[in-house]
């Protein structure tokens, strides 16, 4: 309505240049987050109109005066504020040697904390990069306010934000602040070594618009990335380049294409899959790493920035630093990793299994939603199906073979489906998060209820939570409550049970210091199984909601824990899990804490349900470069011991980086930036005492010159 109203009042304005026209309605299309009301607005159109009057005499200079003023206003009026939050917010500050800190009071000791470690972290992840702004502090804006699992470093102004909302789905790391202080802390030293040659010229005479073309210009994206994913990876236990499910993409496609080029892969395609600059880019930097040494990436860098020209740069870093052209390089690697991926293939007892829907002839992703046994006794299995060529639906899976595509679903986040009561059809559940119209960084979540009759046909559509904190949604069987995580600010985490119509939290489980994720419920509805994440590691927990007891039922690790499910009988949880180097499906007994390998399958099983007579475990796995499919094993079937790869392998077949790139970074890494996990109020005490908090006033930056 602003809009409109504005642009009414322009066209009636009587301008003496009708580009000036062109020009207001820019500053009102181009501008989605409203920045300027509607008197300030017009009031600036005025001026320009007054300019050009001024202007007309100059006749050579009044052609450029609308396209550059329009250039100007657009560029400045339509950028996002991405640092900046909801007014009200109270922030304090904390500074380090290299950092100053900024957040809500919620994250105080979280920043007291970090303050301690950060420094010490920055110089690990920086050691073959120069520092070139030794006396410029890094402003680190943290943020618990919106519920993205996100960080990431920028310019105009030059800072990093960090999001406190763990990210479970995309990570394999337990302490979620030192996993982004390692990759964002690689980006931040990635920004200072690049303002050099002729990256710094572009920056002297363009200030950080040009310090950031020069970085983009001279560093493709799957080295800025890649080699972040290394350094998280390196510099700890854990890290994506640790997790199968991150390093399959590239080993299958090295297995199946040992031929595939350096420009197809790190190139995007609408007609097929190509692997993210994530992962493209840490298989190619832990190669370039581990067969040509760290001084090789020194010399990477420091050409990339030095000639910072679109592809002449990194070409001329890699002759240098490997003395070959980044496909010659690249070819190297992929035939290597070809090889000790056949290798590993043939070293391991593979779990027999039948698949019950292959993926599509393009990239395909499935997510088991249901397994249910219909009236006439037969089988129906619901997955949420995702590829390049269709949006993700909901598809019904028969026993003869067919399969029915049903409603539309979000491609990505956590989906629930249960029986409605007394068997009159199914309901769906899941949450969506929607962002402040105006402050990126804030945001909240939704949650969506569907119900449908046995036919697949919607018949009602409702929200019973909006505007929450609350994750992961999980229904019961019957379809009455959903089990939740619910993210509170700082570290007041809780799990609750909500009542699936009317949204009413119902029962809570506090975890201080620690998050839930992926609840699931067991038959009879009484006990909810649920993973937690802490500094200290990952586990599997029980929730009995009559008592509220809470039970370990796996021990503390650094492995990954996913998708727990109650088995038909309740007595066992099943769940896939990274140990040994594999993920593979895994079931511990609720009464012994016991656990048996289920299925392992080249080159991964995750997500797992169980049928309802208890004889089948479903599963995803992804395959091929065709992406995922879904088959099935006995569920009675028990994995020998030596069917799991051994951990110390996983380094032998090549699919981590080699022992001397590893294990001597982390040990050359100070011990504050390993920082134990159970003693983080001690280490929050000395952040207070060597960098006490105080107010952060916005009036002290308001002349921040970059």
């Known amino acids: 309505m602003q809009s409109s109203t504005s642009e009414l009042r322009i066209q009636q304005s009587g301008f003496k240049n009708q580009n000036l026209e062109i020009i207001s309605n820019a500053l009102i299309r181009f501008n989605p987050l409203r920045i300027l009301p509607l008197w300030t607005t017009c009031r600036i159109v005025s001026i320009l109109d007054y300019i050009w009057g001024q202007s007309m005499a100059v006749k050579h200079i009044h052609r450029w005066t609308s396209v550059c003023l329009a250039v100007l206003i657009t560029s400045v009026f339509s950028t996002t504020l991405g640092a900046l939050h909801i007014p009200g917010t109270k922030w304090y500050q904390r500074e380090t040697e290299r950092f100053l800190l900024i957040y809500p009071k919620s994250l105080s000791n979280d920043a007291a904390a970090l303050s301690v470690v950060l420094d010490d972290v920055l110089k690990s992840v920086s050691a073959e990069l120069p520092i070139t702004h030794k006396k410029k502090k890094w402003p680190l804006v943290l943020t618990d306010l919106g519920l993205e699992a996100n960080g990431y470093v920028s310019l105009m102004p030059r800072r990093s934000v960090w999001y406190a909302t763990p990210g479970e789905d995309f990570t394999a790391t337990s302490d979620w602040w030192m996993f982004l202080a390692r990759h964002e802390g690689r980006h931040l030293a990635q920004f200072d070594a690049a303002d050099s040659g002729f990256t710094r010229v572009l920056h002297i005479l363009f200030g950080e618009l040009g310090w950031g073309a020069g970085l983009v210009f001279g560093h493709p994206s799957w080295l800025l990335e890649g080699d972040s994913v290394y350094q998280e990876t390196a510099l700890s236990g854990e890290g994506r380049g640790r997790d199968p499910l991150f390093t399959q993409e590239m080993a299958l496609i090295a297995a199946e294409n040992p031929e595939a080029g350096y420009y197809a892969l790190s190139n995007p395609s609408y007609r097929e899959h190509r692997p993210s600059i994530y992962h493209m880019g840490y298989a190619f930097n832990s190669w370039i790493r581990r067969q040509y040494g760290d001084d090789a990436m020194k010399t990477i860098y420091h050409f990339a920035a030095r000639i910072g020209l679109p592809v002449i740069a990194i070409d001329i870093g890699m002759l240098k630093g490997t003395g070959g052209h980044p496909r010659n390089v690249f070819k190297e690697m992929i035939q290597d990793l070809a090889e000790r991926t056949r290798a590993l293939k043939e070293s391991v007892n593979w779990t027999e299994a039948e698949i019950i829907r292959p993926a599509d002839k393009v990239f395909t992703r499935m997510n088991p939603l249901l397994i249910d046994r219909q009236d006439d006794g037969e089988t129906a299995v619901f997955v949420r199906k995702t590829t390049l060529a269709e949006p993700a639906r909901l598809i019904r899976l028969n026993s003869d073979g067919t399969e029915e595509a049903l409603i539309r679903l979000p491609s990505e986040g956590r989906v629930s489906m249960s029986r409605l009561e007394q068997g009159s059809g199914y309901r769906l559940a899941w949450h969506s998060l929607r962002h402040h119209p105006m402050f990126e960084a804030v945001s909240v979540s939704d949650f969506t209820v569907v119900d449908m009759d046995n ?46 119509e009317s949204g009413m939290v119902l029962q809570e489980l506090a975890l201080p210091e620690a998050s839930a994720a992926h609840p699931s419920w067991s038959a009879a509805g009484d006990r909810v199984v649920f993973t937690v994440r802490s500094n200290a590691g990952r586990r599997i927990a029980e929730w009995t909601i009559e008592t509220n007891e809470l039970r370990w039922l796996t021990p503390l690790s650094r492995d990954t824990v996913k998708h727990p499910v109650y088995s038909a009988d309740s007595r066992e949880v099943v769940y896939s899990s990274n140990t040994g180097g594999i993920e593979a499906i895994r079931a511990v007994s609720v009464e012994t804490l016991e656990i048996r390998a289920v299925a392992q399958r080249w080159y991964s099983a995750s997500q797992p349900a169980v049928s309802a007579d208890g004889r089948w475990v479903y599963f995803v796995e992804y395959a091929s470069t065709k992406g995922e499919q879904l088959a099935r094993a006995e569920f009675s079937h028990t994995v020998k011991e030596n069917g799991i790869l051994p951990a110390k392998s996983t380094k032998e077949n090549g699919i981590l980086p080699a022992k001397s790139t590893l294990e001597d970074s982390i040990s050359n890494v100070p011990n504050q930036t390993l920082r134990d996990p159970d003693s983080i109020q001690e280490v929050a005490a000395r952040g207070n005492t060597e960098h006490p908090e105080s107010r952060y006033r916005f009036s002290t930056h308001a002349f921040n010159i970059h």
């Not at 904190?469 to 609750?496: C, K, T, V, W």
Request: net charge positive.
């Open 455 to 500: 036919n697949g046909r919607v018949i009602r559509r409702f929200h019973p939570v909006t505007d929450s904190r609350y994750l992961y949604p999980a229904l019961s069987a019957d379809g009455r409550f959903i089990a939740a995580a619910d993210m509170g600010r700082g570290s007041e985490n809780r799990l609750i049970v909500l009542d699936s």
